[in-house]
């Protein structure tokens, strides 16, 4: 197995990490500016407040994404699986 090889391979795992933690992180983070704003709007300071929208956005998200999700990171080790007997060579 060369570097390049290698190097690929790196690659297409970090970019499926990616992909499948983007969602997630966009979430948190689009929930955690409105609740900030709204807190900021309102002087509101009360730290646990972001948590439980965060909690809910992030289930709801997996609940409609989970799926793709699944496949997505299935399909990625398939590949990966159907590599190691070239990698052998």
């Known amino acids: 197995m060369s570097i390049g090889e290698i190097t ?3 690659r297409g795992g ?3 990490t990616l992909f499948l933690a983007a969602p997630l ?7 955690g500016l409105v609740v900030a704003i709204l807190q900021a ?3 509101i300071q009360e730290q646990t407040l972001t948590f ?6 992030i289930l709801l ?3 409609f994404l989970g799926g793709w999700m699944f ?3 299935g399909d990625y080790t ?5 590599m190691i007997p070239d990698m052998a060579r």
Do not use: H, N, Y
């Not at 992180?25 to 929930?31: E, G, K, R």
């Not at 398939?78 to 159907?82: A, D, G, I, S």
């Open 25 to 31: 992180l966009l979430t948190a983070l689009t929930v």
């Open 78 to 82: 398939v590949q990966l699986f159907r």
């Open 41 to 43: 709007t309102t002087s």
């Open 8 to 10: 690929t391979l790196l």
């Open 14 to 16: 970090i970019l499926e």
């Open 52 to 57: 439980v929208p965060k909690i809910i956005a």
């Open 61 to 63: 998200v997996l609940g």
């Open 71 to 73: 496949s997505s990171l």
